[in-house]
């Protein structure tokens, strides 16, 4: 089972818009993390959040926690045509050193120039 | 600076015929290695991770194995190829179990 999972599965906007993205997850977490992945690459990382910080910002990207609700949130402003990828939130099983990280289902963005 | 290097980019196998897959990492020592398969337009699925030498955690009950001869090598295996594991194989690495992952470029399997 997936310890993460995302909302939308799809997403559509023009560019210039911002997208917003959900996670949820469900046992409790050292951190959460936000990968991205272009079509048929290997994901790359964007940004982590601990478990004691709520928001947290890198260049367009804004990053959200509620560790209360479980749920965490991806936020891009100004979005690029650039920008069209999967973006999959991913959390850890486990103890911080041993545990596994385990991805979400993803979303995919398509950002229309 | 660390590096992954997964290895081949696409691969065409025909069904019961063994794979082999093979990831190695350079730059740092005792990583957390991780092999994930992703169907079209799916999530990862973790299938095998291991977090030293000949230590190898299985996650989903299949006809595919994983070693890890040294620190910083790890291999996917099969000894027959079914249909059904055709898909995307992506190998990563940590520090630890909650640092951030490095990912290799992938392999495209189709077994045909």
């Known amino acids: 089972s997936q310890q993460g999972e995302e909302d939308p599965q799809a997403l559509s906007i023009q560019e210039g818009e911002n997208a917003t993205m959900n996670c949820s997850y469900k046992?409790?977490?050292?951190?959460l993390q936000w990968y991205r992945q272009n079509s048929g690459r290997g994901l790359v990382h964007l940004i982590l959040?601990?478990?004691?910080?709520r928001e947290k910002h890198s260049g367009r990207l804004r990053v959200t926690l509620d560790t209360s609700k479980k749920s965490s949130s991806l936020l891009i402003t100004a979005s690029r045509a650039a920008d069209t990828a999967s973006y999959f939130c991913?959390?850890?099983?486990?103890?911080?050193?041993?545990?596994?990280?385990?991805f979400g289902q993803g979303t995919t963005l398509q950002v229309k120039p | 600076s660390q590096t992954i290097h997964q290895w081949p980019a696409t691969l065409v196998q025909p069904v019961g015929s063994p794979l082999s897959l093979e990831c190695t990492v350079e730059?740092?020592?005792?990583?957390?290695l991780y092999w994930y398969r992703q169907a079209a337009g799916r999530g990862l699925q973790l299938l095998f991770y291991?977090?030293?030498?000949?230590?190898i955690s299985s996650e989903v009950p299949q006809n595919l194995s994983a070693s890890r001869p040294q620190d910083r090598q790890f291999i996917l295996s099969s000894k027959k190829l079914l249909l059904s594991d055709s898909g995307f194989y992506l190998c990563?690495?940590?520090?630890?179990?909650?640092?951030?992952?490095?990912f290799g470029q992938g392999t495209r399997l189709t077994v045909v």
């Open positions: 990563a690495w940590t520090f630890t179990g909650d640092t951030e992952a490095f």
């Open positions: 046992t409790s977490i050292n951190n």
């Open positions: 959040i601990r478990s004691n910080e």
């Open positions: 991913a959390t850890t099983l486990g103890s911080s050193n041993t545990g596994k990280l385990i």
């Open positions: 730059g740092t020592s005792n990583p957390n």
């Open positions: 291991s977090v030293g030498i000949g230590q």
